[in-house]
């Protein structure tokens, strides 16, 4: 079982979280026999954060409770609070997630925070669009590994810019292995365009009832 560890922050950019997190704990498009994934929020307290959007989040756990294994999933989300020092200790732990090969996906302002452990400067990535993370970050020396994409996957690490959040998602879920590759094409592609036809194909790509 994966488990994903969703850290929550004050400011929390809800949008940027809603597609992966919704696919994942619903498992309404998962494929037959799909390895299965539990969610839990994760915070530096248990006091509730407050989202940008409004919303009231009570932590599951704390930093100290994630078990850092090649199974463990950290989604980072954007935020207007990343400077907060109190936040270093996440970054930490998303660096010996991937030293261990567990995955850290960060998204918008949480890409800073990375860059800000050095955790860029070697690896595949991308952000708000060239020289964001210049301006955000003195520690940020990863220039010749960006990639101007909204969402890159490098591995076991995958990133996005604010405007990203889709193939964001969809390179997650395909990291994890939940979907058919059918399946996950035409949700991509549905929720992208809209357009009807890659509704219909991903209905007939999921498994039948009285196969599950």
Known sequence: MSTIYVYVLDTLADWELGDVTAELNSGRFFKKGAPLVS???????KEPIHTMGGLKIVPDCLIDDIVVS????????????????????????ASELLSLDGTVCAICGATAALANYGLLNNRSHTSNGQGFLEMVSQ???????YIDKPSVADNNLITAGSTG???WSKQIIEHLGVFESTTLES???????GKPEHFFALMQSLPSKNEN
Do not use: C, M, R
């Open 139 to 145: 520690s940020y020396k990863g220039q010749s590994f």
């Open 39 to 45: 969610l839990k929020t994760v915070s530096y307290s």
């Open 165 to 167: 959040a889709l193939l």
């Open 70 to 93: 090649d199974t463990s999933v950290l989604l980072l989300p954007g935020a207007d609070t990343w400077n907060n020092p109190k936040h270093s200790t996440i970054t930490k732990k």
């Open 187 to 193: 949700w991509y592609e549905y929720f992208s365009t």
